[in-house]
């Protein structure tokens, strides 16, 4: 007889005749299916205590993690504040690079402008040593300008 017989015959009256029949038969299968359900709770119980046994180093671990996640959270933060800081010094560098720049071509197109007028070689050299003299200027200040090959 199985569990749901077993059920089928305590729901619907019987005659006394089958109960006594039935008698240690039914009562036998009713012990079993109650021992199978005692020993998966036994299980359970089992795996409970377990996992309630884990449960402070789960923890700890999880606080672990979180401390984790911030300290990267905040490492991620400082990163991010330092490459704005560089990218604004970039920029006002790079603007101080543009300003004198249009100096030394203004100050190029004024000493052009004398020698056209009866200027010497000299000058012209002098000139041409301080334009030099800018890009080399501009190539320092610039991270991204290409730098010559030393031998």
Known sequence: ???????????????????AAM???GF?????????RLERLRVWCRRMAYEVA???DTMQRIREGSKSFKQVAERLDSATSSLEEI????????SDSTRRTADAAAALR????S????????RMSSTL????????????????????KRQ
């Open 129 to 148: 040593s301080d334009i030099q003299k800018s890009m080399e200027t501009i190539a320092q200040l610039n991270p991204l300008w290409p730098r010559p």
């Open 110 to 113: 004024k000493q052009i402008d």
């Open 115 to 122: 020698l056209t007028a009866g200027g010497s070689p000299d």
């Open 1 to 19: 007889m199985n569990e749901e017989q077993v059920r089928d015959t305590t729901e619907t009256e019987q005659p006394p005749a089958r109960d």
């Open 28 to 36: 036998r299968e009713m012990q079993d299916t109650i021992s199978v």
């Open 54 to 56: 884990e449960l402070p």
């Open 87 to 94: 990218t604004s010094v970039y920029q006002s560098t790079i």
């Open 23 to 25: 008698g240690r038969h």
